[in-house]
């Protein structure tokens, strides 16, 4: 059912003309920006060639982009995730689901999935134009799998702290943008010191994106879904009476 779910939450994402616009858009900027940093690349190349330890075009142009999708995910998957609940409850269908037999884990997990899967896909077409690297020069696959894995896990966290906001909030617009705001404040925290720079997502996604694979920071992921997951299927049973 978890599955059924998800497939359908994607056909609805992909069946808004919306989602194909700001589809389109994103890959019109990542494409524009990895052909940017490529052609600087390769004007400074011959004084590259001088250094013993010069960067490579994985560090130089893969681990940018990737920085960029990063920051593009943190302001498009509220505009994504509130169509999950909110606009359901909007549109006067949220009903159906929540008198279905369908628990409230299944529903959230369905929704989750439904959304990462879409996020997945803008994930892996960012990653085939670093794959295109190689086909010039000698890519680093370990920086760039790196940056995929660290990628995915701060989409599947953006998702599930949007999915919490869409699950709480009776309008898509008011959800969009309290999970905006809380992506904002959590990726501002990255420049404050000590336990409040740990909480940042954007902490931990740098770790990833300069090649440092560390068990910490899969670990910070995978609560920080777990704990707005869990709030969400709390808030969803209390709505639809312990179900």
Known sequence: MIRTLARKDLHTLFSAPSTWMMLALLQFILGWFFLARLDDYLQVQTQLAQMDDAPGATISIAAPLANLLALL????????????IAEERRN?????LATSPLSSAQIVLGK?????????????AAVAMMALLALGTRADVGLI???????????AAYAALGL????VSRQPVVAAFT????SVTLWLLDMAGGLLRALSPNTHFQNLNSGLLSSADIAYFVL?????LMLTIHHLRHERGGH
């Open 164 to 167: 919490y906001f869409s699950a």
């Open 73 to 84: 995910l943190l302001m498009l998957t509220p505009l994504f995730s509130m169509r999950l």
């Open 145 to 155: 799998l790196c940056n995929l894995l660290g990628l995915w896990l701060l989409a």
């Open 179 to 182: 999970a905006l705001a809380v």
């Open 92 to 96: 006067q269908t949220w009903l159906l």
């Open 224 to 228: 920080f879904c777990t704990f707005f």
């Open 112 to 124: 989750f999935a439904g959304l990462l899967a879409l996020l997945s896909l803008v994930i892996l």
